[in-house]
Antibody, heavy 117, light 107 residues
Framework: EVQLVESGGGLVQPGGSLRLSCAGSGFTVNNNYMSWVRQAPGKGLEWVSIIYNGGSTYYADSVKGRFTISRDISKNTLYLQMNGLRPEDTSVYYC???????????WGQGTLVTVSS | EIVLTQSPGTLSLSPGERATLSCRASQNVPNNYLAWYQQKPGQAPRLVMYGASSRATGIPDRFSGSGSGTDFTLTISRVEPEDFAVYYCQQYDSSPRTFGQGTKLEI
């Protein structure tokens, strides 16, 4: 059974940093397209970043230059390094696994990031 | 970047009625790489439809999808109480893999 478990969320001050983790089980993170999607309180889904199985990465304009997506093969884990955090980054962050190169087939339960002084 | 616009923003229906949700793309979505997700309060999204018209595993056949190019539709033939939720479309042909802003299906 495919499972995704996020961790690392919390309260951080503006300008601070946080690293989110997403531990995968039942599949190999390195062999799949993986994404981060976020949802601000009471708002819709916003795609944040994707890493292809070949290693290419893409980012939403709103986070480009501040966030970095990566993965650890040995730990079967996806990461999102978030620097220069802003209040508007406050959201639940979901880790997502794609079916091949296509749509998201599995979602984690989400981890809340709150950026506030 | 492909911008997706969903309508209506909110759809108020009674159980047993037909629901029609629209998703319009700012440019052609190649290969009909368009998915629909359902999200209930406090839960992660759930895949409902992919490839514009293929139901995901476990989705009942009252859900159907149609469309191509720039106009896509998710239809629920007879809405059940468990179908009341927010529905999002997403294109997955290219990155950024944009979402629509969502349609809230409410009683």
């Amino acid at each position: 059974e495919v499972q995704l478990v996020e961790s690392g969320g919390g309260l951080v001050q503006p300008g601070g940093s946080l690293r989110l983790s997403c531990a995968g089980s039942g599949f190999t993170v390195n062999n799949n397209y993986m994404s981060w999607v976020r949802q601000a309180p009471g708002k819709g889904l916003e795609w944040v970043s994707i890493i292809y199985n070949g290693g290419s990465t893409y980012y939403a304009d709103s986070v480009k230059g501040r966030f970095t997506i990566s993965r650890d093969i040995s730990k079967n884990t996806l990461y999102l390094q978030m620097n220069g955090l802003r209040p508007e980054d406050t959201s639940v962050y979901y880790c997502a696994r794609h079916l091949g190169t296509t749509m998201v087939s599995h979602w984690g339960q989400g981890t809340l990031v709150t950026v506030s002084s | 970047e492909i911008v997706l616009t969903q309508s209506p923003g909110t759809l108020s229906l009674s159980p047993g009625e037909r629901a029609t949700l629209s998703c319009r793309a700012s440019q052609n979505v190649p290969n009909n790489y368009l998915a629909w997700y359902q999200q209930k309060p406090g839960q992660a999204p759930r895949l409902v439809m992919y490839g514009a018209s293929s139901r995901a595993t476990g989705i009942p056949d009252r859900f159907s999808g149609s469309g191509s190019g720039t106009d896509f539709t998710l239809t629920i033939s007879r809405v059940e109480p468990e179908d009341f939720a927010v529905y999002y479309c997403q294109q997955y042909d290219s990155s950024p893999r944009t979402f629509g802003q969502g349609t809230k299906l409410e009683i």
